[in-house]
């Protein structure tokens, strides 16, 4: 076990594959809350998340792919669609990105089909 004393950023992906394995055993056999192998479990996390932020950034979605990735996951159709947004031109425009979504469309996805906000916002640094 890892002494919290010695905990350090992940240098490597020889470092990362040896913690991605001292984790694996955990999910399997939960530790007990505030044990000495719980907070071991935490460390070992929050290691493995710092790595995989700075090496295996994930891209923030387009909300046109968040919408069309929910309409599929739920079976959901453009008519769907057309009748959160109040408009079968609003669903069609969006889709096919002569739009970009909108503050009261973002409301209306999320009240309706409980889509995070944040999914529906895409990469705001390209604003």
């Known amino acids: 076990m890892i002494e919290l ?4 950023t992940l240098r490597n992906e020889a470092e ?3 913690a991605l394995a001292a984790v694996r055993p955990y999910f399997e056999n939960e530790p007990e809350p505030g044990s000495p ?5 935490d460390a070992l996390f929050l290691l ?3 790595y995989e932020s700075k090496h295996y950034p994930i891209p923030d979605a387009e909300p046109v792919a968040v919408i069309r990735h929910i309409m599929e996951a739920n079976s959901y159709s453009r008519g769907d669609l057309a009748a959160v ?10 889709l096919n990105g002569k739009r970009q979504i909108n503050l009261e469309q ?5 009240r ?7 999914a529906l916002l895409g990469n705001l640094d390209a604003a």
């Open 5 to 8: 004393r010695q905990i350090r």
């Open 16 to 18: 990362y594959e040896a």
């Open 37 to 41: 192998e719980s907070e071991n479990f």
């Open 48 to 50: 493995i998340e710092d």
């Open 85 to 94: 947004l109040g408009s079968k031109s609003r669903a069609s425009d969006l």
């Open 106 to 110: 973002i409301r209306k996805l999320h």
């Open 112 to 118: 309706a089909w409980h889509i995070p906000v944040v």
